[in-house]
């Protein structure tokens, strides 16, 4: 073995200070950290949001940030009446007709997911590998998925005659009004504490159903000037024959957001602690102060709980690249999620064909976890409870690769600046102390894996996780780093895994 000479170890250098500048972007004042300007869902509220936070509110502390990026690895659940009829999440509400949109609203009253089992579901999760699970405790169709105590009281009657009309009503419109008339949300919190699993709450500022809420963020239920509002030119063309209703009073609005704070303010009292808030969507500037002054309230009741940051800007404390993976490492010190639906539809999928398999989970998770980010994949369980046996069966590949190889997953750091990959098939992750590199290989490399870029430690070992034994290695001028494959590993079914290969390199320290 020889140590590293002039070439590699100008390469490291160059490629450290070249993207320095990345890795340190500005955070706000009284150390707040900010949304990256172009996050789709900054862009939407940003005209009435604040960009530096009032002083009087903080954002989660560093160790919840810390114990966040920690995680790696995550589930996001979907469901709600719509897996009855085994079609997307909320959003086909808004193309019904309204004979179809009454019948939507009456789905709750068949409800009864007698198969449903939250300590099924976690045990799931843990052969999975997931550390922690999101749960649409309320989607944008307005049904709570549990024990809420608030009340809907005007809702849109969609066939009455003579056409749409509100109407009075005084229902909590959730799953104790169903006949499964049990706490959902409870169920999955109490088990998901007793398997040591992180709890995200998903909830959504709009409610389609109580009519209060009109016309924010796509409501079906929209008013003459959706501008005054907040809405922007165009973009409610989504809504298939919207009801124009009056506008709301100044007493519905003020209703509209009690509900909305006590809402949140149940699930952040009445389940033991959460870690994460999954808020989505937004309100408008009209009832912003109100909206800030529940963000403020409700950091107080869990201070170190991590809120999403749709609809309330930099007050949150991270964010979710959608449906697609960052191109590079993403240039901002919030923390930040990768959300991705595994089955083509955030919900239940009925379709086999349409699930994308373990590979594309672990290709997305090494990627993600190599530019600094989380990875959470999007599932949804049927009208029984159960998910899909191609999801099951996805989850559970995963957790069989993460069993070998999560030491370069969980807990683990970027490498600093452009050194997260090399090529298109090799990616990186570091251990916090930077004493270990992993650099993790998108295919079976062969004979060698040749890295450029990072410079073993001399006299120690390098190996391939699930292998116990030590690879041989040379580190040359001009060449980096050798790491040559035993022969015995070039027969498939010899192999610790059959994706994603990752070898532990012992390092020189690296700029963190």
Not at 24 to 50: C, I, T, W
Not at 91 to 117: D, I, V
Not at 237 to 266: D, G, S, V, Y
Not at 426 to 435: C, G, I, L, P, S
Request: charged share 25%; with cysteine; hydrophobic share 40%.
């Amino acid at each position: 073995m020889f140590l590293a000479h002039a070439t590699a170890a100008a390469l490291l250098a160059a490629a450290q200070n070249a993207f320095a500048a990345a890795d340190q972007p500005p955070g706000g004042p009284n150390g707040f950290v900010k949304l990256p300007a172009g996050d789709s869902h900054y862009k939407r509220v940003k005209d009435y949001v604040e960009e530096v936070p009032d002083p009087d509110y903080h954002q989660a502390c560093d160790a919840a940030r810390e114990a966040f990026r920690d995680m790696k690895f995550g589930v996001r659940i979907h469901w709600g009446v719509y897996c009855m009829w085994e079609t997307a999440e909320s959003w086909p509400l808004l193309g019904y007709s309204n004979e179809k949109r009454q019948a939507y609203q009456q789905l709750y009253r068949s409800f009864n997911p007698t198969n449903f089992n939250a300590d099924e579901w976690m045990d799931l999760f843990q052969r999975a590998g997931l550390k922690v699970f999101a749960f649409t405790t309320k989607h944008h169709d307005g049904f709570s998925m549990f024990d809420t105590q608030t009340r809907v009281k005007r809702r849109v009657n969609w066939t009455a005659p003579g056409g749409p009309a509100l109407e009075d009503c005084d229902l909590a419109y959730s799953i104790m009004e169903s006949p499964f008339k049990r706490d959902i949300v409870k169920e999955l919190c109490d088990a998901a504490h007793r398997h040591g699993i992180r709890i995200d709450l998903y909830f959504s500022h709009p409610d389609w159903y109580d009519a209060d809420f009109r016309p924010y963020a796509l409501d079906p239920v929209q008013v003459d000037d959706p501008g005054a509002f907040g809405a922007r030119p165009g973009e409610n063309r989504r809504i298939n024959n919207p009801f124009i209703a009056p506008r709301p009073t100044p007493a519905e609005m003020q209703r509209m957001m009690a509900r909305h704070r006590a809402q949140l303010t149940e699930l952040l009292t009445h389940y033991g602690k959460i870690d994460t808030v999954c808020l989505d969507q937004w309100l408008g500037p009209a009832v912003w102060p109100q909206l800030r002054e529940t963000i403020k309230q409700l950091r107080k009741l869990q201070p170190e709980v991590m809120f999403r940051a749709r609809g309330i800007g930099n007050y949150g404390d991270y964010y979710t690249p959608e449906g697609f993976v960052p191109g590079s490492k993403e240039n901002t010190a919030m923390p930040w999620m990768v959300i991705y639906q595994l089955g083509g539809m955030w919900s239940y999928q009925p379709d086999a064909a349409k699930y994308k398999g373990a590979t594309w989970i672990v290709t997305n998770l090494v990627d993600v976890v190599a530019k600094g980010g989380n990875f959470m994949v999007g599932i949804g369980p049927d009208a029984r409870g159960k998910f899909h046996p191609k999801a099951v069966e996805a989850l559970e590949t995963t957790g069989a690769w993460l069993r070998i190889n999560g030491e370069a997953i969980y807990s683990t750091r970027p490498r600093p600046g452009a050194l997260w990959k090399e090529g298109e098939t090799v990616r990186f992750t570091r251990t916090k102390d930077n004493r270990f590199v992993y650099a993790i290989s998108l295919r079976w490399p062969g004979q060698t894996l040749a890295l450029k870029s990072v410079r073993a430690k001399a006299g120690s070992s390098i190996i391939l996780l699930g292998v116990n034994q030590p690879l041989e290695w040379s580190q040359e001028s001009g060449a980096g780093l050798a790491i040559r494959i035993p022969d015995a590993l070039q027969e498939a079914g010899r192999r610790p895994v059959s994706m994603a290969y990752a070898f532990k390199i012992e390092v020189a320290p690296e700029a963190d």
